[in-house]
Structures are given as C-alpha cells and as structure tokens.
C-alpha cells in the first residue's frame, strides 16, 4: 500500500514558510521604542568611572555596557572580573521596562521603570527580589543621568535593615579607542 506524503508535506512546507515572517514580527515587538530604551542604549560601550564614598575616599571602576538577546537586553557590567562584579539586565516586561540587578550582596533586586521629571535621566524603582529576607541590604532605586555623549552618572540606592536608605553616585565618561 503507498502512502501519500504529499498533503503532510505540503502543510509542513506552508508552515516553515511562515516561521521567518513569524520571528520578524516578535523580533520588532520584542525591541523596546521608548524614549527612555533609547536613551538607555546610547550607553553602548566601555566605561571609566569614579565613586566618592561617604568617608571621601574615592574609588575607580569599569563599566561595560552592551546589547545582548538580539538588541532586547541591556546588559550593564560593573567593575568586570574583579570580587565586586555586578550585571544589571535592562529589558523589557510587555508595556514596562524592568532592571535586574545582581549584585555581590547576593541577591537579585527587581526595578521597575518609573516616571523622571528630567529629560536626562532615567530612573527604577524596586518591585521585588529574589534572596532578599526582611531586613536583608539590597537596591532600591538606580537613576541614570545623562550629562552628554561621553559623560553619564548614576545613583544607587540601597537599603539595610535598619530601614535607612543610602545613596551612591558613580560618575562615568566614556573610553573612546
């Protein structure tokens, strides 16, 4: 008795003819358009940075900022192959914009993209984390401020459990080659 391999064929063939049609269009709804995406991703690149502790001593550090997950990931690396090393993934959740930062305080707090009264700047705020107990020092809050093309800042906030917040300021300029 012969088969006839014609119509499961013929339908595999319609249906892998969609599937590049298909990932075009979750990769273009997966690319985040907003102002503050775009703002964001101008931070493309390697970094020399700056960070005056609250004792006054000063202290220098890398930053490696790149697009990674075909352009839907930022990826922010922090003081790269050292003990302190830190990522912060910026991507998009449906309409919000959310940053997770893992951080050598080993845990992992979740921020969400929250309204900036200033044009240059972009700021999160803290949703949730993972390995966080109460009381547990962790980030709350990270702002980006835009100064210009090869200068930017930003502003950590953590907390402790003494419910206290504490602010840390890097400032960045750009390493051009």
Known sequence: MKRK?????????VVLA??????????AS????????????????????????PDGTKLSGT???????????????????TPHEMVTMIHPDGTRLLATHYCAAHNQPRMALVPSKNA?????EFV??????????HMRKVVFRFV????????????GGDGKAASAVFKYTRVRK
């Open 63 to 81: 930053l490696e900022v790149r697009m990674t997950g075909d352009n839907s990931a930022l990826m922010h690396l922090m003081s790269r192959d």
């Open 148 to 159: 210009d093309a090869d200068h930017h800042e930003e502003e950590w906030t953590s907390m």
């Open 5 to 13: 391999w014609l119509a499961p064929a013929a339908f595999v063939m």
């Open 120 to 124: 240059n700047e972009v700021a999160f």
């Open 18 to 27: 969609g599937v590049p049609a298909l990932a075009q269009e979750m990769k």
């Open 128 to 137: 949730d984390g993972t390995n966080i107990a109460p009381g547990d020092h």
């Open 30 to 53: 997966a690319i985040p358009q907003s102002p503050e995406w775009q703002k964001l991703a101008t931070l493309v690149g390697h970094w020399e940075g700056v960070f005056e502790a």
